[in-house]
């Protein structure tokens, strides 16, 4: 039988914009060191807030900063929310956020998450002198037909994110078809749940015995599905530009 899944959420100080972030990281480790075949998630606002992802509100409307940080505008959907597709993900205005800005200015995404993910995977493993080690950029975001958000990855990096179950037998010996375990975003949504989203102050979470297995470079093309290929594309084909 597996090992349980354990998170330990990360309390720290406030992080500024232009803050060395492994050194915030390595620093708030101390109380919960990393261990081999750890994954760390770190929330992506902390991440842009370093690499200095920010626009300030008076320089631009909302609005058209999603624009422009979307790869595809899906248009207004109700309550005053924009939908966009921003980083492969479906998400309402771009992940852009105002809440946590200590100037009320507009955080935006990393440019690419995904090079931020492996920059921090290789930073942290030489200084905390580990071989395997696992990145996980989270947001939140919400799901059609149920109330709430719930935590995703951004990126991720140190491992693959699925876990191919096609031809493994369910409990009456039929081989399965098309099942495949999305590892990255279940642990990005437990991790985020332990995080918390307002005033907790935990930018990180440790996460022990993930299910998962390590490797250098994984590739996002394994994980992430384009638009012309996505099962739902008929939902909003109709909105992209």
């Known amino acids: 039988m597996s090992k349980s899944l354990v998170i330990s959420p990360i309390q720290t100080g406030v992080f500024h914009p232009g803050d060395d972030l492994v050194e915030f990281i390595a620093k708030h480790l101390d109380r919960s060191p990393l261990k081999e075949r750890s994954v760390l998630a770190i929330t992506s ?39 966009t597709i921003t980083h492969g993900l479906l998400v309402a205005a771009a992940g852009i956020d105002e809440s946590n800005s200590e100037n009320g200015d507009y955080i935006v995404y990393p440019q690419d998450p995904y090079a931020s993910a492996e920059k921090l995977r290789v930073a ?29 990855s ?51 979470a440790v996460i022990e015995n993930a299910p998962v297995e390590f490797c250098e470079h994984p590739a996002r093309d394994e994980f992430e599905v384009a638009p012309a290929d996505d099962m739902y594309l008929p939902l909003y084909k109709h909105l992209m530009k």
């Open 45 to 83: 606002k902390i991440v842009s807030l370093a690499e200095g992802c920010v626009v300030p509100a008076a320089s631009i409307d909302k609005k058209s900063l999603v624009e422009k940080q979307a790869d595809h505008y899906l248009g207004e959907i109700g309550y005053g929310v924009s939908l």
């Open 124 to 152: 942290l493993r030489h200084r905390l002198g580990l071989k395997e080690l696992g990145i996980i950029l989270t947001d939140s975001r919400t799901g059609p037909l149920r109330l709430g958000v719930v935590g995703v």
């Open 154 to 204: 951004l990126s991720y990096a140190g491992f693959h994110p699925l876990r191919n179950m096609i031809g493994q037998n369910d409990i009456f010996g039929r081989p399965l078809k098309t099942t495949k375990i999305n590892l990255t975003d279940s642990l990005a949504a437990a991790a985020v749940l332990m995080m918390g989203e307002a005033n907790e102050k935990c930018p990180l």
